[in-house]
């Protein structure tokens, strides 16, 4: 059996993000998790990790998701970053429709049931 290998990482802070963006992908994208913050050690880590990954930054729209953000545009400078709009503030809580419209338009493949958007609203 081949092994396949994961060439795309995407970097959230909680495990509610983790769990609600992993639903949405279609493809094979490892996520790492931050749980909000992320010490010296495991960046360093990371980094060294994933060294030739294709890396996509996803983070909350608030205080601390910006914080981190800065931190890991520093240690991950070809890092592509993805932005929710700014009403939903977090991953978590942002619909489904408007993560899946935000990863693929930095070309992560998603169920597409996703981009509909409900009617009910």
Not at 47 to 68: C, N, Q, R, T
């Given at each position: 059996?081949?092994?396949e290998?994961?060439?795309?990482?995407?970097?959230?802070?909680?495990?509610?993000?983790?769990?609600?963006?992993?639903s949405?992908?279609?493809?094979?994208?490892?996520?790492?998790?931050t749980?909000?913050?992320?010490?010296?050690?495991?960046?360093?880590?990371?980094?060294?990790l994933?060294?030739?990954?294709?890396?996509?930054?996803?983070?909350?729209?608030?205080?601390?998701?910006?914080?981190?953000?800065?931190?890991?545009?520093?240690?991950?400078?070809?890092?592509?970053?993805?932005?929710?709009?700014?009403?939903?503030?977090?991953?978590?809580?942002?619909?489904?429709?408007?993560?899946?419209?935000?990863?693929?338009?930095?070309?992560?493949?998603?169920?597409?049931?996703?981009?509909?958007?409900?009617?009910?609203?």
């Amino acid at each position: 059996m081949i092994e396949e290998k994961i060439e795309k990482v995407l970097i959230v802070e909680g495990k509610s993000d983790k769990r609600k963006v992993k639903s949405i992908v279609k493809e094979p994208v490892e996520i790492f998790c931050t749980n909000g913050t992320i010490s010296m050690t495991k960046l360093d880590e990371w980094i060294d990790l994933l060294f030739e990954k294709d890396v996509y930054i996803l983070v909350d729209s608030d205080e601390a998701g910006e914080k981190l953000r800065k931190l890991l545009k520093r240690e991950f400078p070809n890092a592509e970053h993805l932005y929710i709009d700014r009403m939903y503030r977090e991953v978590a809580t942002a619909p489904e429709h408007h993560l899946a419209t935000v990863l693929l338009g930095a070309n992560i493949d998603v169920h597409t049931h996703y981009l509909k958007k409900d009617d009910y609203f």
